[in-house]
């Protein structure tokens, strides 16, 4: 007799080392792929258009790689989860569903009241961790509690058991039931009719082939001078993976057991520092999902019960010039234009922005982390939540609130040339580099000279940079000795 398993592509848009798509074709006869839209189970966070572009285009690659490699045809739905589930298990008689867990909130709750619901209709349901080392609760501190320090969960995770990081490719096995109403990737509408995305088409490759493309690409060309250029944002030094790990085209067990592979052929220090600061950064995504896992109010809320109270502000007008790389703050304005050109963020001007938007104007950290999540190709909940939290002093091991990242210091220390400035801004490409960080300082002839006119080809300063740091700062003291606080003062 045969048997038919239905597998559930989420986050874990691959074929290679899928644990769940690799159970079930070693368990079952028949499978039947499976890509469920249900924007509306994600509680309030479905994905913005520039992720949902890059989705479709995933989704395309996935149904290309499932045909030409084993034959199947992705099965397309959209709409409530279970109830799709319950319609595909009818017209193939499937007895089991597999799939690889989420961690988000709203999905972890929608997960467990699917998989009880398939288990009283009879079937076997049945989840696997295939986007992360080690799920959240198999990693905790020595009181058995979650942890909430990155340092102390860091030493944790280089002790845990090595993993056989090896990449399964599944057999093949064909489809042999047909199934009704599949939809064409197309058909979900997540591309709108505006020509906005263009811009992205000649950018960016989605898919398990470019994400290992682009690994092997980091491998081979910038890993070695990761430590040194990974704050840089001229700089191609970094990784540039975070978008195919947020839709699993390539997992973090991939990754390692490239890394691992690194570590037993190097012996030069040089090289050791460099994978070992590269895979830092991976465990650091690990702790996002952690914190997000056990501490799921924090996608909303603060971490720090304390900044509950804290005095932020909501002025619209202001978010928008901060929105539209218009503050008068050269860094800070080339960050928000290289977001809004390519989808992404140079990981030092994302803490940069952050922090102008939280300190420097006042604004609530979520205000920000809904832009970001609106705007970035590589929006993903965990990592989003940890980073504006983490700037804003009120998530788990966070920096201080007292400290604000200068966006002029900043510059001068990782792009003292102004490459980026210049690349992203390019009205004031002809400054020279003295004033690159400050136009508002250069003279009127340097100016006149640079082609710089201020308040016509580029804004002035929405804020004094040192004004608007003591009034934070006043703020936060004001704040932490309880005092009742004008606010207007501070930010007028």
Request: charged content about 25%.
């Amino acid at each position: 007799m045969t048997s038919t398993a239905i597998f559930w592509f989420r986050q874990d848009l691959r074929l290679v080392d899928n644990p769940a798509l690799n159970a079930a074709f070693e368990q079952h006869d028949c499978i039947i792929p499976v890509y469920l839209h249900t924007p509306n189970d994600e509680g309030g966070w479905s994905a913005g258009e520039p992720s949902l572009w890059w989705l479709e285009r995933s989704l395309k690659a996935l149904k290309k790689a499932l045909k030409n490699r084993h034959d199947l045809l992705l099965q397309i739905r959209k709409g409530d989860a279970f109830t799709e589930l319950e319609k595909i298990i009818h017209e193939s008689d499937a007895d089991a569903v597999f799939w690889n867990r989420q961690y988000e909130p709203a999905i972890v709750k929608r997960d467990e009241k699917i998989k009880s619901k398939l288990k009283v209709i009879g079937l076997y349901a049945k989840s696997y961790n295939g986007n992360l080392l080690w799920d959240p609760w198999q990693i905790e501190n020595k009181s058995g509690e979650p942890y909430k320090v990155f340092t102390a969960f860091h030493k944790n995770y280089l002790t845990q058991p090595q993993q056989d990081y090896r990449a399964i490719v599944s057999a093949k096995k064909p489809l042999t039931k047909g199934l009704k109403n599949n939809l064409n990737v197309s058909d979900l509408g997540l591309v709108s009719s505006h020509p906005w995305h263009k811009k992205l088409n000649g950018l960016w490759e989605p898919g398990e082939a470019s994400a290992q493309d682009q690994l092997n690409r980091f491998i081979t060309s910038y890993l070695v001078k990761y430590p040194e250029e990974r704050d840089e944002p001229a700089k191609n030094a970094t990784s540039i993976l975070s978008i195919h790990l947020h839709f699993g085209e390539i997992s973090v067990r991939q990754i390692f057991a490239v890394t691992q592979d690194l570590k037993l052929q190097h012996t030069n220090d040089v090289n050791l520092m460099a994978i070992e600061a590269f895979e830092r950064q991976l465990i650091w995504r690990e702790f996002a999902h952690h914190l997000m896992f056990h501490f799921p109010h924090t996608i909303e809320q603060v971490f720090n019960p304390k900044y509950s109270n804290f005095p932020w502000q909501d002025d619209p007008e202001i978010q928008k010039l901060w929105q539209q790389g218009e503050t008068g703050i050269p860094l800070v304005d080339a960050g928000m234009k290289e977001l809004w050109a390519t989808g992404i963020m140079h990981n030092r001007a994302r803490m940069i922005v952050a922090s102008f938007l939280i300190k420097n104007l006042g604004q609530h950290w979520l205000t920000g982390a809904r832009w970001f999540w609106d705007t970035l190709l590589d929006a993903d909940l965990a990592n989003n939540t940890m980073g504006w939290q983490w700037v804003a002093g009120s998530g788990a091991d966070a920096a201080p609130y007292y400290r604000i990242f200068s966006p002029v210091r900043q510059g001068e220390r990782f792009d003292p040339q102004g490459e980026y400035i210049r690349r992203w801004l390019p009205e004031l490409s002809g400054l020279p580099d003295r004033y690159i960080y400050t136009p508002w300082m250069a003279t009127a002839d340097i100016l006149a000279d640079s082609g710089v006119k201020l308040a016509e080809n580029y804004p002035r300063p929405i804020v004094d940079l040192a004004d608007s740091r003591k009034a934070a700062l006043d703020i936060y003291k004001a704040w932490k000795r309880n005092q009742t606080i004008n606010i207007k003062k501070y930010v007028e």
